[in-house]
């Protein structure tokens, strides 16, 4: 699944559980800060909410920049070889920002112990 759709999945389930805390109280201000930005970037009229044609239109961007991303040589086409690379790259990549947010949790306790 898309992180886009993760997080606003998520934000909509903490927010439909009841008697929980606001979406707020319980998210890290990162995560808060990603849900904003890629909200603000669904709703192209900017009047609060997504609708159905916001939704479809943002991730038919985000599949394009993908699409272009993969498709090395730009020819319109993804060969094996092209989307095995980008399936690589985005490994690679999502291990760095795994190992990064791994190294902002262990300063985090670092600084809370006496």
């Known amino acids: 699944m898309k992180s886009?759709?993760?997080?606003?999945?998520?934000?909509?389930?903490v927010l439909l559980i009841p008697g929980s805390h606001s979406f707020a109280d319980t998210a890290s201000?990162?995560?808060?800060?990603?849900?904003?930005?890629?909200?603000?970037?669904?709703?192209?009229n900017q009047d609060g909410k997504i609708d159905r044609a916001e939704y479809v239109e943002y991730e038919i961007k985000k599949a394009n920049e993908r699409f272009d991303v993969a498709d090395e040589n730009q020819d319109g086409f993804i060969?094996?070889?092209?989307?095995?690379?980008?399936?690589t790259q985005n490994q690679k990549e999502m291990r760095k920002k795994m190992e990064k947010w791994r190294q902002k949790q262990e300063q985090g306790m670092m600084e809370r112990q006496p």
Do not use: G
């Open 79 to 87: 060969t094996r070889k092209e989307a095995e690379r980008a399936m």
């Open 29 to 44: 201000k990162a995560a808060m800060a990603v849900f904003e930005k890629r909200f603000d970037e669904m709703d192209t």
């Open 4 to 13: 886009s759709a993760i997080v606003l999945i998520a934000a909509v389930a």
